[in-house]
Protein backbone atom coordinates (compact mmCIF):
# COMPACT_ATOMS: atom_id res chain seq x y z
CA UNK A 1 0.00 0.00 0.00
CA UNK A 2 2.80 2.21 0.82
CA UNK A 3 4.77 1.83 -2.62
CA UNK A 4 0.85 2.41 -4.10
CA UNK A 5 0.55 5.63 -2.11
CA UNK A 6 4.27 6.82 -3.11
CA UNK A 7 3.92 6.02 -6.43
CA UNK A 8 0.85 7.78 -7.00
CA UNK A 9 2.25 10.99 -5.30
CA UNK A 10 5.18 10.94 -7.50
CA UNK A 11 3.28 10.65 -10.60
CA UNK A 12 0.92 13.16 -9.84
CA UNK A 13 3.63 15.98 -9.25
CA UNK A 14 5.59 14.61 -12.23
CA UNK A 15 4.64 15.00 -15.88
CA UNK A 16 5.57 11.58 -16.73
CA UNK A 17 2.46 9.69 -17.79
CA UNK A 18 1.21 7.36 -15.27
CA UNK A 19 1.39 4.42 -17.87
CA UNK A 20 5.00 5.00 -17.97
CA UNK A 21 5.41 4.68 -14.25
CA UNK A 22 4.09 1.12 -14.06
CA UNK A 23 5.85 -0.08 -16.61
CA UNK A 24 9.00 1.39 -14.97
CA UNK A 25 7.35 -0.48 -12.05
CA UNK A 26 7.23 -3.95 -13.71
CA UNK A 27 9.92 -6.27 -12.80
CA UNK A 28 8.81 -8.09 -16.76
CA UNK A 29 8.98 -5.05 -18.70
CA UNK A 30 12.06 -4.16 -17.04
CA UNK A 31 13.79 -7.20 -17.65
CA UNK A 32 13.25 -7.51 -21.24
CA UNK A 33 13.75 -3.85 -21.78
CA UNK A 34 16.92 -4.24 -20.13
CA UNK A 35 18.21 -7.67 -21.77
CA UNK A 36 17.53 -6.19 -24.95
CA UNK A 37 19.86 -2.84 -24.22
CA UNK A 38 22.52 -4.51 -22.62
CA UNK A 39 22.80 -7.01 -25.80
CA UNK A 40 22.17 -4.42 -28.07
CA UNK A 41 25.24 -2.60 -26.39
CA UNK A 42 27.56 -5.48 -25.79
CA UNK A 43 27.52 -6.04 -29.60
CA UNK A 44 29.55 -2.43 -30.05
CA UNK A 45 31.92 -3.73 -27.62
CA UNK A 46 32.44 -7.17 -28.47
CA UNK A 47 32.41 -5.63 -32.19
CA UNK A 48 35.20 -3.04 -31.42
CA UNK A 49 37.14 -6.16 -30.03
CA UNK A 50 37.19 -8.08 -32.92
CA UNK A 51 37.43 -5.43 -35.35
CA UNK A 52 39.54 -2.97 -33.83
CA UNK A 53 36.86 -0.15 -34.28
CA UNK A 54 33.58 1.49 -32.92
CA UNK A 55 31.02 0.82 -34.97
CA UNK A 56 27.91 2.23 -33.29
CA UNK A 57 25.47 1.04 -36.46
CA UNK A 58 25.72 -2.35 -34.34
CA UNK A 59 23.20 -0.75 -31.74
CA UNK A 60 20.50 -0.72 -34.24
CA UNK A 61 21.73 -4.09 -36.57
CA UNK A 62 20.27 -7.37 -35.77
CA UNK A 63 22.46 -10.33 -35.85
CA UNK A 64 25.85 -10.82 -34.46
CA UNK A 65 26.76 -11.76 -30.60
CA UNK A 66 24.87 -11.94 -28.88
CA UNK A 67 21.29 -12.49 -29.68
CA UNK A 68 19.41 -9.32 -28.41
CA UNK A 69 16.09 -11.19 -29.40
CA UNK A 70 17.11 -14.30 -27.24
CA UNK A 71 18.09 -12.08 -24.88
CA UNK A 72 14.72 -9.97 -24.62
CA UNK A 73 12.57 -13.74 -24.81
CA UNK A 74 14.30 -15.35 -22.58
CA UNK A 75 14.25 -12.39 -20.04
CA UNK A 76 10.55 -12.34 -20.54
CA UNK A 77 10.08 -15.95 -20.34
CA UNK A 78 12.44 -16.13 -17.10
CA UNK A 79 11.06 -13.00 -15.23
CA UNK A 80 7.30 -14.35 -15.70
CA UNK A 81 8.52 -17.53 -14.54
CA UNK A 82 10.45 -15.79 -11.28
CA UNK A 83 7.36 -13.55 -10.88
CA UNK A 84 4.32 -15.54 -11.39
CA UNK A 85 5.80 -19.00 -11.33
CA UNK A 86 5.93 -21.65 -13.94
CA UNK A 87 2.37 -22.96 -13.27
CA UNK A 88 0.67 -19.97 -14.51
CA UNK A 89 -0.36 -19.63 -17.83
CA UNK A 90 1.78 -17.05 -19.16
CA UNK A 91 4.81 -19.02 -18.84
CA UNK A 92 4.40 -21.90 -21.42
CA UNK A 93 3.17 -19.19 -23.99
CA UNK A 94 6.31 -16.93 -23.05
CA UNK A 95 9.00 -19.94 -23.55
CA UNK A 96 6.74 -21.32 -26.91
CA UNK A 97 7.47 -17.68 -28.24
CA UNK A 98 10.85 -17.90 -27.20
CA UNK A 99 11.61 -21.09 -28.37
CA UNK A 100 10.53 -20.14 -32.15
CA UNK A 101 12.24 -16.84 -31.94
CA UNK A 102 15.16 -18.61 -31.29
CA UNK A 103 14.85 -21.50 -33.66
CA UNK A 104 13.69 -19.01 -36.24
CA UNK A 105 16.97 -16.94 -35.49
CA UNK A 106 19.21 -20.26 -35.94
CA UNK A 107 17.55 -21.40 -38.97
CA UNK A 108 15.50 -19.24 -41.12
CA UNK A 109 17.28 -15.75 -40.49
CA UNK A 110 20.58 -17.51 -40.13
CA UNK A 111 20.04 -19.25 -43.73
CA UNK A 112 18.60 -15.98 -45.22
CA UNK A 113 21.99 -14.13 -44.55
CA UNK A 114 23.74 -17.04 -46.13
CA UNK A 115 22.02 -17.01 -48.85
CA UNK A 116 22.70 -13.12 -49.39
CA UNK A 117 25.99 -13.35 -49.24
CA UNK A 118 26.25 -16.07 -51.98
CA UNK A 119 23.89 -13.65 -53.67
CA UNK A 120 26.29 -10.83 -53.22
CA UNK A 121 28.89 -12.81 -54.65
CA UNK A 122 26.96 -13.64 -57.67
CA UNK A 123 26.36 -9.92 -58.32
CA UNK A 124 29.72 -8.78 -57.66
CA UNK A 125 30.77 -11.46 -60.11
CA UNK A 126 28.36 -11.02 -63.29
CA UNK A 127 27.63 -7.63 -62.62
CA UNK A 128 30.29 -5.74 -62.13
CA UNK A 129 30.55 -2.02 -63.24
CA UNK A 130 26.86 -2.20 -63.76
CA UNK A 131 24.23 -0.16 -61.51
CA UNK A 132 22.89 -3.26 -59.92
CA UNK A 133 26.21 -4.49 -57.73
CA UNK A 134 26.06 -0.73 -56.06
CA UNK A 135 23.14 -2.09 -53.89
CA UNK A 136 24.40 -5.35 -51.62
CA UNK A 137 21.56 -7.66 -49.40
CA UNK A 138 21.95 -7.26 -45.67
CA UNK A 139 24.13 -10.66 -45.10
CA UNK A 140 24.04 -9.97 -40.84
CA UNK A 141 21.25 -11.20 -40.32
CA UNK A 142 20.49 -14.20 -38.17
CA UNK A 143 22.83 -15.72 -35.46
CA UNK A 144 25.18 -19.16 -34.53
CA UNK A 145 23.78 -21.29 -31.73
CA UNK A 146 26.59 -19.97 -29.64
CA UNK A 147 24.78 -16.15 -30.15
CA UNK A 148 21.38 -17.42 -29.68
CA UNK A 149 22.80 -19.33 -26.67
CA UNK A 150 24.86 -16.00 -24.90
CA UNK A 151 21.52 -14.16 -25.02
CA UNK A 152 19.62 -16.33 -23.72
CA UNK A 153 22.00 -16.49 -21.00
CA UNK A 154 22.05 -12.86 -20.88
CA UNK A 155 18.49 -12.53 -20.54
CA UNK A 156 17.76 -14.73 -18.10
CA UNK A 157 20.29 -13.64 -15.78
CA UNK A 158 18.95 -10.21 -16.46
CA UNK A 159 15.65 -11.46 -15.15
CA UNK A 160 16.93 -12.96 -12.21
CA UNK A 161 18.98 -9.79 -11.08
CA UNK A 162 15.38 -7.17 -11.80
CA UNK A 163 13.29 -10.11 -10.73
CA UNK A 164 14.78 -10.64 -6.91
CA UNK A 165 15.45 -7.34 -6.45
CA UNK A 166 18.80 -6.94 -7.37
CA UNK A 167 17.94 -3.91 -9.66
CA UNK A 168 15.79 -1.61 -7.98
CA UNK A 169 13.12 -1.26 -10.16
Not at 24 to 34: D, I, R
Request: overall charge positive.
Amino acid sequence: MLMSTTTAAVVSKSKVSPFLWTLAGNPTFVSGLVAWALAQSLKVFLNFFVERRWDFAMLFNSGGMPSSHSALCMALTSSVALCHGVSDSLFPVCLGFSLIVMYDAIGVRRHAGMQAEVLNKIIDDLFQGHPISQRKLKELLGHTPSQVIAGALLGILVACFCCQGIVPI
